[in-house]
């Protein structure tokens, strides 16, 4: 796996001080850990995560603080497709509002133009509007709606942004 060099701009930058890079093997029960505390429903097991880093078509990020992952996010790319999936963003519930999402958001963003992609796509809980601001904050718009998408029956906010 090549480990990639993320340029996260300034305005980010300055929100955290989390190093944000390419997941590693090393990185998977922490991986685990982060999963089992922020989603109730819909969460990785260590299986898919395994998976999904060892995947030419997904690219998973961490952020890290003080040498402790505090946020994840993974990253689906299909052959033949010009448009790439935003699976999941995970911050630690100790680590939220400091701008660790938001530079997960823009490490994934960078990850899809490397490959080629020329638009983002990604669900989103419909009860989850801190991260509908955070999203809408960078450029995506809203098109349209899953149904009982999640596991509980919650439905899915659908929202893409245009990689220029």
Known sequence: MLAHALSIPAESRAMTDAHIRRATMGDLDALVELENSVFEVERMSARQLRRHLESLSAEVFVA?????????AVLF?????NVA???????????RGGGIGEGLLV???????????????????????????????HGYHHFGLHRAYYEDGHDAQRYEKALA
């Open 77 to 81: 790319f299909r052959r033949a497709s």
């Open 64 to 72: 890290t603080r003080e040498r402790r992952v505090v946020g994840a």
């Open 85 to 95: 999936r935003l699976y999941s963003i995970a911050v630690a519930p100790s680590e």
């Open 107 to 137: 490490a994934a963003e960078q990850a899809a133009r490397r490959r080629g992609s020329r638009s983002l796509r990604l669900e989103v809980r419909s009860d989850n509007a801190g991260a509908q601001r955070l999203y809408e904050r």
